[in-house]
DNA sequence: AAGAAATTGAAAATCAATATCAATTAGGAA
DNA sequence: TTCCTAATTGATATTGATTTTCAATTTCTT
């Protein structure tokens, strides 16, 4: 956590840009916790500590660290989500009731992925690829 | 396509909804091609026909279509696009510089996505996957 | 033909995200 | 430390897609 604040402070002084102490609040409740969280739950967090935190910060914090490469920002439904940025590709299964959310990665599909893509001659870039279904818990709810 | 108007309008029968010029025109331009509309492409073409289609009445039929399940709505990037619903469930191949959409079905992948969710006692329901990249021709291009 | 109920189009509302802008703040230079 | 300029902030306005509202119009059953 700590050198993922630093890496962004050496972000910022490359680009000359500032470190504020809302920046480093928003920073730090982002990185606590492993979570995929929308800005609304970021923002909600961080006004626990400080009240006058706005709105649009959080929305440009959050671009700043998706653009330094320290959080990956996934479109599912509604609003977006922000992830900590990892060295591994993965793709996440969705729970329709709770909402939880589970990270996996799967060599044999991205494989096959990569081999739709050449019978139609296409150049894969990037993917998109959720689950979406009840989690033990919630499939659990549904059977009582 | 007769069969689809027909289809609908059993359905508008059936839960009292009533049959109108619009709606019509709006059906019949949105099944005369199997593509990948949004509502604006498809406002555009019956306005062609009909000046006066207003904006909230493509929309409306749109959904009225998606309910009785004749069209189904997929959620890339920035509008939401219909297609045609088919009887096979598919996946798309999205050229990410001339926007060409190309469907296709791959059992294997299926399979191991069902593996994946079962291996995380989730209850698959449904997924979304999108391969992005660059169709042949656009592929092509960037190499000149 | 009449009347109730659904539909229409225009405009307002909503929702997430971004841009604007005056006031504040950070941090290098003096 | 103090100054100064450029960056940042928070509130608010704006955007773009979609939905809702509502008065006027149209459909369809009787």
Redesign the interface.
Known sequence: MEDKISLLNKHLKEKGLKSTRQRDLIVSEFFKRHQHLTVEELLERVRKIDQGIGYATVYRTLRLLTECGLAFKREFGGSARFEHSTDHHHDH?I??DCGKI?E?E?D??EK??AE??QK?????????????????KC?GKHHE
Chains 1, 2 share one sequence.
């Open positions: 299964l729970c329709l589970v996996f799967n044999r599909i096959l992925q739709v893509c139609n001659r296409f150049k894969l870039i990037n993917h998109k690829m959720e689950l979406y279904g009840y989690c033990e499939h």
